[in-house]
């Protein structure tokens, strides 16, 4: 089975930017559409963004739309997370997970039970 690693959180000032990575090993990871999320301190995880296997689809959350990107190297089993204009409402812990789809047939978001997580990477937006 697939395991993914997540790198690159770290302490930002507003404004600035951070590029995360979602490596995978033991398995495949161009077959899997992969989600990133995050989770602020005393919050539910929400979703942030997810780029399917299909080429070109991408899917962004409001409330990032414009500021976050997500390329994949599938040469390098990689998904990155680039992240721009962080701001104060952009700290957590950011995962990404392998799944199955980013939506369902009736477009509704990918279930989060039973993804392949990887263990997290902390992102803080501080001056």
């Known amino acids: 089975q697939v395991q993914l690693v997540e790198s690159g959180g770290g302490l930002v000032q507003p404004g600035g930017s951070l590029r995360l990575s979602c490596t995978a090993s033991?398995?495949?990871?161009?077959?899997?559409?992969v989600g990133w999320y995050r989770q602020a301190p005393g919050k539910e995880r929400e979703r942030v963004s997810c780029?399917?296997?299909?080429?070109?689809?991408?899917y962004y959350e409001d409330v990032v739309k414009g500021r976050f990107t997500v390329p994949r190297d599938n040469s390098k089993s990689t998904v990155y997370l680039q992240m721009d204009g962080l701001g104060l409402q952009d700290p957590g812990v950011y995962y990404c997970?392998?799944?199955?789809?980013?939506?369902?047939?009736?477009?509704?978001?990918?279930?989060?039970?039973?993804?392949?997580w990887g263990q997290g990477t902390p992102v803080t937006v501080s001056s």
């Open positions: 997970a392998a799944q199955s789809a980013c939506r369902n047939p009736d477009g509704t978001p990918w279930s989060t039970r039973y993804l392949i």
């Open positions: 033991g398995g495949t990871l161009a077959l899997y559409a």
């Open positions: 780029i399917s296997t299909k080429p070109g689809a991408t």
